[in-house]
């Protein structure tokens, strides 16, 4: 286990999904959680920094877990997750600051893979309840939701899985990024139309309502 | 609530009476279709202990919410009954029309019970049932059957010699070729004097939410379009393609699991199938996948074989004359056999002998016995009247029951857990026996669906299987093939449920009630006697390693990973629902639970 928290938390770290310092994960194990240690650097675990505790009860070990350990808790509780990913997407995060309820990918494998990523906000960003009750009901219905200004939180029946969505949802809201940049650049340029992007798929509407 | 008609048929064989009842729309929500609303029937209908061959036990033929809407792979029904084979709870799944003919009659379950005095057919329409004497169709083998009875506008399931013969593996041809295979459905319906059933509908269902459900279509559809699984192997190749990769893993199960790699897997495999002996390729009601094989060999012509059946009726018995294979494959068809019974019970007999303790001419690599043994079975002639009851029962007979590769009396299909550790712990607990539809781990721990796993760590394994037996389930219910599921997941069921019922259901809830389909069967099955004893697996898999191929030097390591499933599922240590976890499931009302769950 550890094998794999160390493996997907080197590449969120290095594939710049998180700073040094950021983002946590999990996996549940029946009753019991092994989740990331509060502080813990993702590119640099080692066996000291995966806590195990309950899923429904606090142990001594909640000393030492995730700040995030009553999210991870509420999502378990809620759905048939067995894997977490929470990090700090930076192109994600600028997006969910700026689009009012939704990311929707513009780009192909965005909208294979995702369609549709909800963003939800609240006041108290890290480690409240509102977020876990939030992220629990977001997290029935997709697998992976934003949490405005903040980050994302994805889940899978494995870590890689998680840690995928993650990354395709950074992927695509680059592609977002840069396609409205060289929009703002052709938005004066006539022959380059203007402001416009061109759709090539069919039922471009119908990705909000997914 | 578009989706279901909430109507079921109810037909009594004994008394020639039948009726339309009203479904609860709360039930149909909680055990959503298809094997959900069988095994339901069956809890609260058949007693576990009572005769599975006599007239108290029952055929629900059960449609899911989506069956006969034009989504992928929209054809699918179930048929649940107490198995024979087994004595566990029993569904079959299959595609073909049956099932879309009777949503299209207004039907979302036709329940059969009682027994004929005589054999006779019936005839279901949106009008209700007609029963007519079976006369000269009993005794008729399947094609012949389907060929009497079909008519525009009609689907027919029957039984051929070895269902009328009661042959405990005997199958429910649905149209010819596709089946209500395992466990001995056609047992039951011989046993009902019940010939066929054709069923007439024209009414196609409605659509609750066409928006929503147009674009579904058009993303499932791309989906699968562009899953390298559902797009090139499978109707390329159709199952046979597993051939080939399975014999390279060393999980390709041979001389009755006696080894995992087969000398003459080329021989018998989805390349030379589609070389040599392909003539066109098929489609399920609503596939675009097209699994389905159409061959010819000898001069005859039919359906297949599926990888299943290679194995069982190829590597399995040590034989590489993919002629007889097929000819075999045919013939199992045309009498009724479910091909993977048929062929292990073959296997565990030609071990018997070769251990010396059955005198008889099969042995292994003796191909030119295989037809005449296939149908020695089917109508119950000598050495066959014995196969015809299963390898369990057949190993049992002669002091050998360990050469019987069967979980609760279901014999294992076709991939040695030696080289899948997960796949071992799903035949292990599986409710209907040794089963791959129940959960299949092919897709993690060989295929990389939805990721790739160590297939030879026990770590990890349980809760994965969980969610996949629980999504298996789903899928079972609602209506659709699980080989949709190699390009959509959760996200698109959920959404098509949406679209065609016009209820709001999250992934959540659909994958809850596949959780109480799989807690109500298992209760069922502990009523009827089972214990943690019997979710094990033949001794050979946990304690004699494989002897040669990519998977030698392995034994399923099986009392850890049960440990762990039984905890993760929130049972007793013994395997047993905790009072907690069936009314979190909404299932702490139900009736008999006295019996087997304790506070």
Same mark, same amino acid.
């Given at each position: 286990?550890?094998?794999? =928290?160390?493996?997907?938390?080197?590449?969120?770290?290095?594939?710049?999904?998180?700073?040094?310092?950021?983002?946590?994960?999990?996996?549940?194990?029946?009753?019991? %959680?092994?989740?990331?240690?509060? +502080?813990?650097?993702?590119?640099?675990?080692? $066996?000291?920094?995966?806590?195990?505790?309950?899923?429904?009860?606090?142990?001594?070990?909640?000393?030492?877990?995730?700040?995030?350990?009553?999210?991870?808790?509420?999502?378990?509780?809620?759905?048939?997750?067995?894997?977490?990913?929470?990090?700090?997407?930076?192109?994600?995060?600028?997006?969910?600051?700026?689009?009012?309820?939704?990311?929707?990918?513009?780009?192909?494998?965005?909208?294979?893979?995702?369609?549709?990523?909800?963003?939800?906000?609240?006041?108290?960003?890290?480690?409240?309840?509102?977020?876990?009750?939030?992220?629990?009901? @977001?997290?029935?219905?997709?697998?992976?939701?934003?949490?405005?200004?903040?980050?994302?939180?994805?889940?899978?029946?494995?870590?890689?899985?998680?840690?995928?969505?993650?990354?395709?949802?950074?992927?695509?809201?680059?592609?977002?990024?840069?396609?409205?940049?060289?929009?703002?650049?052709?938005?004066?340029?006539?022959?380059?139309?203007?402001?416009?992007?061109?759709?090539?798929?069919?039922?471009?509407?119908?990705?909000?309502?997914? | 609530?578009?989706?279901?008609?909430?109507?079921?048929?109810?037909?009594?064989?004994?008394?020639?009476?039948?009726?339309?009842?009203?479904?609860?729309?709360?039930?149909?929500?909680?055990?959503?279709?298809?094997?959900?609303?069988?095994?339901?029937?069956?809890?609260?209908?058949?007693?576990?202990?009572?005769?599975?061959? +006599?007239?108290?036990?029952?055929?629900?033929?059960?449609?899911?919410?989506?069956?006969?809407?034009?989504?992928?792979?929209?054809?699918?029904? &179930?048929?649940?009954?107490?198995?024979?084979?087994?004595?566990?709870?029993?569904?079959?799944?299959?595609?073909?029309?049956?099932?879309?003919?009777?949503?299209?009659?207004?039907?979302?379950?036709?329940?059969?019970?009682?027994?004929?005095?005589?054999?006779?057919?019936?005839?279901?329409?949106?009008?209700?049932?007609?029963?007519?004497?079976?006369?000269?169709?009993?005794?008729?083998?399947?094609?012949?059957?389907?060929?009497?009875?079909?008519?525009?506008?009609?689907?027919?399931?029957?039984?051929?010699?070895?269902?009328?013969?009661?042959?405990?593996?005997?199958?429910?041809?649905?149209?010819?070729?596709?089946?209500?295979?395992?466990?001995?459905?056609? $047992?039951?319906? /011989?046993?009902?004097?019940?010939?066929?059933?054709?069923?007439?509908?024209?009414?196609?269902?409605?659509?609750?939410?066409?928006?929503?459900?147009?674009?579904?279509?058009?993303? $499932?559809?791309?989906?699968?379009?562009?899953? #390298?699984?559902?797009?090139?192997?499978?109707?390329?190749?159709?199952?046979?393609?597993?051939?080939?990769?399975?014999?390279?893993?060393?999980?390709?199960?041979?001389?009755?699991?006696?080894?995992?790699?087969?000398?003459?897997?080329?021989?018998?495999?989805?390349?030379?199938?589609?070389?040599?002996?392909?003539?066109?390729?098929?489609?399920?009601? &609503?596939?675009?996948?097209?699994?389905?094989?159409?061959?010819?060999?000898?001069?005859?012509?039919?359906?297949?074989?599926?990888?299943?059946?290679?194995?069982?009726? /190829?590597?399995?018995? *040590?034989?590489?004359?993919?002629?007889?294979? %097929?000819?075999?494959?045919?013939?199992?068809?045309?009498?009724?056999?479910?091909?993977?019974?048929? +062929?292990?019970?073959? /296997?565990?007999?030609?071990?018997?002998?070769?251990?010396?303790?059955? *005198?008889?001419?099969?042995? =292994?690599?003796?191909?030119?016995?295989?037809?005449?043994?296939?149908?020695?079975?089917?109508?119950?002639?000598?050495?066959?009247?014995?196969?015809?009851?299963?390898?369990?029962?057949?190993?049992?007979?002669?002091?050998?029951?360990?050469? $019987?590769?069967?979980?609760?009396?279901?014999?294992?299909?076709?991939?040695?857990?030696? /080289?899948?550790?997960?796949?071992?712990?799903?035949?292990?607990?599986?409710?209907?026996?040794?089963?791959?539809?129940?959960?299949?781990?092919?897709? #993690?721990?060989?295929?990389?669906?939805?990721?790739?796993?160590?297939?030879?760590?026990?770590?990890?394994?349980?809760?994965?299987?969980?969610?996949?037996?629980?999504?298996?389930?789903? %899928?079972?219910?609602?209506?659709?093939?699980?080989?949709?599921?190699?390009?959509?997941?959760?996200?698109?069921?959920?959404? @098509?449920?949406?679209?065609?019922?016009?209820?709001?259901?999250?992934?959540?809830?659909?994958?809850?009630?596949?959780?109480?389909?799989?807690?109500?069967?298992?209760?069922?099955?502990?009523?009827?006697?089972?214990?943690?004893?019997? *979710?094990?697996?033949?001794?050979?898999?946990?304690?004699?390693?494989?002897?040669?191929?990519?998977?030698?030097?392995?034994?399923?390591?099986?009392?850890?990973?049960?440990?762990?499933?039984?905890?993760?599922?929130?049972?007793?240590?013994?395997?047993?629902?905790?009072?907690?976890?069936?009314?979190?499931?909404?299932?702490?009302?139900?009736?008999?639970?006295?019996?087997?769950?304790?506070?």
């Amino acid at each position: 286990m550890l094998e794999q =928290f160390q493996k997907f938390g080197r590449d969120l770290f290095q594939s710049g999904l998180t700073s040094s310092h950021g983002g946590n994960m999990s996996v549940r194990m029946g009753d019991r %959680i092994v989740i990331t240690r509060t +502080g813990s650097m993702l590119n640099h675990l080692t $066996a000291a920094d995966l806590i195990e505790t309950g899923l429904e009860e606090d142990d001594s070990n909640v000393m030492l877990a995730s700040s995030e350990l009553i999210v991870h808790r509420a999502i378990y509780q809620n759905t048939s997750a067995l894997a977490i990913v929470h990090v700090h997407p930076p192109h994600a995060v600028a997006l969910s600051l700026v689009e009012p309820e939704a990311i929707i990918p513009i780009d192909n494998e965005g909208s294979y893979v995702l369609r549709k990523v909800p963003i939800v906000q609240t006041e108290l960003t890290t480690g409240s309840k509102q977020v876990a009750k939030l992220a629990a009901e @977001m997290l029935r219905e997709y697998k992976i939701f934003m949490l405005r200004g903040h980050g994302c939180f994805s889940t899978g029946p494995l870590l890689e899985e998680a840690y995928q969505w993650c990354s395709s949802l950074e992927e695509a809201c680059r592609i977002m990024y840069l396609t409205r940049m060289l929009q703002l650049a052709q938005a004066t340029v006539p022959s380059q139309s203007g402001a416009m992007h061109l759709e090539y798929r069919k039922h471009t509407d119908n990705y909000g309502t997914w | 609530m578009d989706g279901w008609t909430r109507q079921v048929l109810r037909v009594n064989l004994s008394s020639g009476e039948s009726r339309v009842e009203e479904l609860d729309p709360a039930l149909l929500v909680q055990y959503l279709g298809g094997r959900g609303l069988g095994t339901h029937f069956v809890y609260n209908e058949v007693v576990p202990g009572s005769d599975p061959l +006599g007239p108290d036990n029952i055929l629900a033929f059960c449609t899911g919410p989506l069956t006969g809407v034009r989504l992928p792979t929209g054809g699918r029904s &179930s048929m649940s009954t107490y198995s024979p084979l087994t004595g566990t709870v029993l569904d079959a799944n299959s595609g073909s029309q049956f099932g879309v003919r009777l949503k299209w009659a207004g039907f979302d379950a036709l329940i059969i019970s009682g027994r004929s005095p005589e054999p006779v057919w019936l005839e279901v329409s949106a009008e209700g049932v007609t029963i007519h004497p079976a006369g000269e169709l009993w005794g008729l083998d399947i094609p012949t059957t389907v060929e009497h009875l079909h008519q525009r506008g009609t689907a027919v399931v029957c039984i051929g010699p070895a269902g009328e013969r009661q042959v405990r593996f005997a199958s429910i041809a649905n149209e010819e070729g596709r089946s209500y295979g395992r466990g001995g459905t056609g $047992a039951v319906m /011989g046993s009902k004097n019940l010939k066929a059933i054709q069923a007439r509908g024209t009414v196609k269902p409605s659509i609750a939410e066409e928006e929503l459900y147009k674009f579904v279509e058009y993303e $499932a559809r791309k989906m699968v379009s562009a899953s #390298p699984r559902t797009s090139r192997g499978l109707p390329e190749f159709g199952t046979a393609v597993l051939v080939n990769l399975m014999n390279r893993y060393g999980v390709f199960p041979t001389r009755n699991f006696q080894a995992g790699t087969f000398a003459g897997a080329e021989a018998i495999s989805g390349e030379r199938l589609r070389e040599e002996y392909l003539v066109k390729r098929g489609a399920c009601w &609503s596939c675009p996948i097209g699994c389905k094989r159409v061959t010819k060999t000898n001069g005859a012509t039919g359906e297949g074989p599926e990888y299943e059946t290679i194995y069982a009726l /190829g590597s399995n018995l *040590d034989n590489d004359d993919f002629d007889t294979l %097929i000819e075999a494959n045919y013939l199992c068809n045309r009498l009724g056999l479910d091909t993977i019974s048929a +062929g292990a019970t073959i /296997g565990c007999a030609m071990e018997l002998v070769e251990e010396g303790v059955l *005198d008889a001419e099969l042995s =292994f690599g003796r191909s030119d016995l295989l037809l005449q043994t296939v149908e020695d079975i089917a109508y119950r002639r000598g050495l066959g009247d014995e196969l015809a009851e299963g390898s369990r029962r057949l190993a049992e007979r002669y002091g050998r029951p360990e050469l $019987a590769m069967q979980v609760k009396g279901l014999e294992l299909p076709a991939y040695d857990p030696r /080289g899948m550790q997960g796949q071992g712990l799903l035949y292990a607990t599986s409710n209907r026996g040794a089963c791959h539809l129940r959960g299949n781990m092919l897709g #993690p721990e060989l295929l990389g669906i939805p990721k790739m796993l160590d297939r030879f760590s026990h770590q990890g394994k349980a809760g994965l299987l969980i969610v996949i037996q629980h999504t298996n389930a789903v %899928i079972d219910s609602i209506g659709l093939c699980k080989f949709v599921n190699f390009a959509i997941g959760d996200d698109f069921f959920a959404r @098509m449920m949406s679209a065609v019922t016009g209820m709001k259901l999250e992934v959540q809830d659909l994958l809850l009630a596949g959780e109480r389909i799989w807690n109500l069967e298992r209760l069922y099955n502990l009523r009827a006697g089972f214990t943690r004893a019997d *979710d094990t697996l033949p001794a050979r898999f946990l304690e004699t390693p494989l002897p040669e191929g990519s998977s030698a030097g392995h034994v399923v390591h099986l009392d850890e990973m049960l440990a762990d499933y039984y905890r993760f599922r929130g049972w007793t240590p013994d395997g047993i629902p905790t009072p907690g976890k069936l009314a979190a499931l909404g299932l702490d009302e139900l009736p008999y639970l006295q019996e087997v769950v304790h506070a």
